[in-house]
């Protein structure tokens, strides 16, 4: 799948990516660095449609164990240049709650801790203490709670690639 995004990417397929939602999104590469790809399930290659069987399967668990409701997973590559960043924030859009479960799956080849990166978790809402690192190792799949994990992508110095999704839950607006 990183063979995938960068293609992409060299294909010039990948666009900047925002914050909020559609309408009232903001463009601010201080905020957020990142290239993006959303994935169509309708034209997914034979790798992305395993990772969603995959996912299917998690998904399943989550609902199964944690009683989460959530019903569909939407996800896109991710790929930060180097020195681009992702600030503190949570993965829910204010005033809707869909998305509750952040995943992301690091796709990297043989990152070194030294190229930074990192994914910072805070553990105690945004309280600037305690939080985790993590390397974004290829193969790791990181999975929170899209409105509980406040989380910031650090500064790296190698281009850093990603799946990042959400499993979501139905609208309470239908």
């Known amino acids: 799948m990183r063979t995938e995004a960068l293609a992409l990417q060299t294909a010039g397929k990948l666009q900047h990516a925002s914050t ?7 463009l601010d590469t ?3 660095g990142d290239l993006i790809h959303w994935l169509d399930q ?6 992305q449609q395993s ?6 399967e998690l998904r399943e668990a989550l609902n199964q164990h944690f009683y989460l409701g959530v019903f569909e997973l939407e996800n896109h590559f991710a790929i930060y240049p180097p020195g681009a960043v992702y600030n503190k924030h949570l ?17 990297n080849q043989d990152w070194q801790p030294q190229y930074g990166g990192q994914l910072r978790l805070y553990l105690d809402g945004e309280q600037p203490e305690p939080y985790i690192d993590v390397q974004p190792e290829g193969g790791t799949l990181v999975v929170f709670l899209s409105g509980q994990f406040w989380h910031e992508v ?11 999704g959400w499993f979501r839950k139905r609208s309470d607006n239908l």
């Open 20 to 26: 909020g939602r559609a309408a009232a999104s903001k």
């Open 42 to 47: 309708a034209q997914a290659s034979a790798l």
């Open 30 to 32: 201080q905020v957020r």
């Open 154 to 164: 650090l500064p790296a110095s190698q281009p850093r690639i990603s799946l990042t």
């Open 51 to 56: 990772f969603a069987a995959c996912m299917e």
């Open 91 to 107: 993965d829910q859009f204010r005033g809707n709650q869909e998305r509750q479960v952040s995943c992301i799956l690091y796709l």
